[in-house]
Nanobody, 120 residues
């Protein structure tokens, strides 16, 4: 089994920063891509940032220049540094890990989500 656990959400004011962390553990042979997604009330889940094991990153325009994703491959951990937060960043943030288990099969794992609330 594989567990994915996020931490670091909270309530901040507009313009402030937060750092989210996500650690994957369990039956992991390798993790290719890790990423963050978010879902606001009444909206679909959307991409926030992804990073490959080689360090290639991807961001949508809505967060580019404000958010930075990074990872520690040795710890199977990914981070999301969020600066200049806006009220529209308010959402539940989910971590995703594309894991190769010891069987050699790929699995997609999600964390339970962490709430980020930005007040104006």
């Amino acid at each position: 089994q594989v567990q994915v656990v996020e931490s670091g959400g909270g309530l901040v004011q507009a313009g402030e920063s937060l750092r989210l962390s996500c650690a994957a553990s369990g039956d992991i042979y390798n993790i290719n891509r890790m990423g963050w997604y978010r879902q606001a009330p009444g909206k679909q889940r959307e991409l926030v940032a992804t990073i490959t094991s080689g360090g290639s990153t991807n961001y949508p325009n809505s967060v580019k220049g404000r958010f930075t994703i990074s990872r520690d491959n040795a710890k199977n951990t990914v981070y999301l540094q969020m600066n200049s937060l806006k009220p529209e960043d308010t959402a539940v943030y989910y971590c995703n890990a594309k894991v190769i288990r010891s069987t050699g099969q790929w699995y997609d794992y999600w964390g339970q989500g962490t709430q980020v609330t930005v007040s104006s």
